[in-house]
């Protein structure tokens, strides 16, 4: 075997890398099991705020010790294998930037009736239309203002260099979309600062591009009304004083003394600071006194080191971020404050600097009035903040200020000359510039040592006060923990028993060379762990299914090998010549399946949202895996098993097994007339019923609010429906959600509404109606009492997020056919085997829809939703994999036998390629029965998509991709040959 060292190198350096970023995850899950410890009192109950409180005190501290490698907690909750909302709770949340406010500020907030007019009227148009707000507004404002330039309401004196009475209107509208776009940027750093503090572990929070939205998920909150506070507050922009060190040394110093005795508290003996003065001595005297009477319990272990001298010359106070939890305790002591002057508190820096592989920041000490917490200038005097260049060509900030602002300015300057004053928004400090001198206009440059993206960023910060772009929660979905649990449970119950089962089958059928298969199985799942581990994804329930597909998927390259092997050893080849045979023939087969099942999961993921590129992730990394561990590891398995050669032990079949399937000759193709009109006929009456009782579609596609509701008791859904219509105007659907005690609650009432009135509105009716109808009483505890219900999860998607799904769904299915028509035409060099791929593709999904609809119309209803366009492109993956296989032996029976007879040929590429696809269809239909039966109502809908796609896949493989290529090249071959009769006719 040729590369044995290079697959045993890399196999040895990928399992070992593995095995150090799963290591994270277990030491994650040890942690998080002292934390719920420490948390559970003697009831057996959970204070979750207590365990959160724990996993603060330790996020900054070295907890893992790997070969003399310290990682603290945060290291590792950023290093670990996640789990997704989905399978732990949380709150995922989709906020949009109201470009509304962003062009109303640009105007001056100009009192013009037909520009308020064509404002309202693009708000309107917003919400059923997917066209740029900028784009839209423009429209209105003609239709209000036909006559009119939009300079006329920009040309402002904020507007001053920018927009004159002659800038035309494309140059007008160029500017408000940088603005609209440098507001969600600005908007988007807000949040990430904010989503930072929010106190929950691996938080993620990514821009969606082309649009003005930010997802925003949050792992374990419990506080949904808190996080909606905390994530559409108006950010609040201030400039304040910086108080030197020096002018409170003495409070710092008895401070200081504090910290270290906080921090050293297990120590015999804390050696206070030393002292200037008697006065100061006493006051340390007393303060150790203090600490020891009100000293709080040590459920932390952080070494507190303040890396600062104190003396007058010192700028500042730097610590080790590690310690900022532990000292915000400490300042917010009673004792402690009493210490300080009242005019003085304490702000963090935003973003921590390093030195020495030390994280620091600094905490600036803020002068306040001593009646109020007004700052001397507020930031909503910023009319403009751009990133420029100093006068040594370094980035810096240039800033304008109202008339109002330059006066104040001009004051807390003069008034602060070598010294320093903080910019401050949401109460941490982006910067702290010196005042060189009395600035007596509105005009400023800020300078420092910052990067051209740091002067943006900064800039942006600025602005915020200028052009106020408050956002708004246009998706939300909470998820509670009992859920979570529910589907962690299924989601390992369903890979577990999928497992199980395909090991079961291939050690039965293929004898020893089973285990080898299964071998690579293992390594390849634990390959997907670690390298997820490895990119810091979270996996999800979806990303669940993609592994128990790929359980199955992943068989078909060794059931490739093992069938072309054991058709060699028919042909009377050799143990080990069939064994190099069987590899080298199967690669292109192996190499064409996964590379088209690939590009279907990248255009997933580039499509996809939420769960649906979780599942892309995964499915994406379980190729790539199951090809290595497919091709190469078993090769080396296999390399080691016959060291005797011929005479080797290794086998590839059993005796009931041998050769079934082996020898077929089935005459396909000329069936093929019946099956086109099969297909048609079970596709026109599928449709024909959507088409006139429609599809379900779920929230992803309609917009709405839905809601989970478990009962202490079973309900019937039919009277939960007929009471919640009263209550809805008619627009509700109730359907039991996996049990009969527990119903999912959707309705499209006040769609078009997406203030946190309406929400609760929607929300209220919700929880009073079931109350009403059912005679029971809400509970927001994690136990249903008798008489009970609660809310266990919810989701709301604005109409317009919804169009934007469907969109990219529609998107994502179309460059998927695109993409594998342009690889079938590099890789088999005929537009036939690409059109007739692409034909058949189309025909399973229509197929996969025709069955949703009529099972629904049997009874059995099952949402279209992200997660079903999933599955349709899962399908579209799995089918082109069975056509290739099909198309590849296609080409070799071309290559080796000539054109002369085209019919026979595929018929004769079909039956040697049965017992691969009836094998990989059984066994990944096995995986796929696991999901449907055991992966809970979250998957029915994608499990019943796949099962269906998965047959209708095998089927058109074999009815309808090849039968058509055979039509197209035919009709080719015939208008050759009446150009040249001496040719040989199909």
Known sequence: MRNQGVIVFLTVVVTALCLYYLSFTFVSNNIQQKAVAYA????????????????????????????????TYKEIKETELGLGLDLQGGMHVTLEVSPVEIVKGLSGNSKDAAFNAALEDAAEASKTSNEKYVDLFYIAWQNNAPDQKLSGIFATAANRGRISLETSDTDILKIIDTEVENAIERSFNILRTRVDRFGTSQPNIQRIQGSGRIQIELPGVDNPERVRNLLQGVAKLQFWEVAEVNEYLAELELVNSLLVAESNANKTETTPADTTSTEEGDLASQLEQQLAETKEPDD?????????????????????????????????REDVKSLLPRNIKFLWSVKPQTSDNLELLELHAIKVSRSSDQAPLEGDVVTDARQTLDQTSRPAVSMQMNAEGARKWRKLTSENIGRRIAVVLDDFVYTAPMVQGEIPSGQSE????????????LANILKS??????????EEAIIGPTLGKDAQSQGIISMVAGLVLVVLFMVAYYAKGGFVAIAALVFNIFFILGILAQLGAALTLPGIAGIVLTIGMSIDANVLIFERIKEEIRNGAGLIAAINEGYKKAFSAILDSNVTTFLTGAILYALGQGPVKGFAIVLMIGIASSFFSAVFITRLIVHWSTKKGDKSS??????????????????????????????????????????????KFGVDFTGGRSYIVEFSQPVVESDLKVGLDGEFDGSVEVKTFGGNNIVKVTTSYLINEDDDDSNAEVENKVKEGIAKITGLALTTGSEIGDGQFAIRGSSKVGATVADDIKKSSAEAMFFALVAIFLYILLRFRKWQFSLGSIIALVHDVLFVIAAFAIASA??????????????????VGYSI??????????????????????????????????ARTLITSFTTLIVVLVLLIFGGEVLRGFSFALFIGIVV????????????????MKKELEAENQQDPAKKTA
């Open 650 to 695: 290794i086998s590839f079949s059993t005796p009931w097994a041998g050769n079934l399937l082996g020898n077929l000759n089935i005459d396909f193709l000329s069936k093929r007339k019946i099956a086109y009109i099969i297909s048609s006929t079970i596709i026109v009456i599928g449709l024909a019923i959507a088409a006139i009782n429609g599809l």
């Open 40 to 71: 559970t009192d003697e009831s057996g109950n959970v204070e979750f705020a207590k365990k959160q409180a724990y996993l603060d005190s330790i996020y900054r501290e070295p907890v893992y010790n790997f070969l003399g490698a310290k990682f």
């Open 953 to 968: 896949g095998t089927y058109s493989s074999i009815y309808i991709a090849s039968p058509i290529v055979v039509d197209l």
């Open 446 to 457: 800020i300078t420092g040592n910052f990067s051209m993206e740091e002067a943006k960023d």
């Open 465 to 474: 006060g200028s052009l106020p772009a408050p956002t708004k929660i246009v």
């Open 858 to 875: 049997l009874g059995a209803t099952f949402e279209i939703d992200q997660v079903f366009i999933a599955a349709i492109l899962t399908v």
């Open 300 to 332: 932390f272990s952080s070494q507190i080191s303040p890396i600062f001298s104190l003396s007058k010359s010192n700028a500042g106070l730097i610590y080790e971020i590690r310690d900022t939890v532990a000292i915000n305790r400490i300042f917010a």
């Open 881 to 914: 994999n069975d056509t290739v296989i099909v198309f590849d032996r296609i080409r070799e029976n071309i290559e080796f036998r000539g054109t002369s007879k085209l019919v026979n040929m595929f018929n004769d590429a079909i039956n040697q390629t049965m």
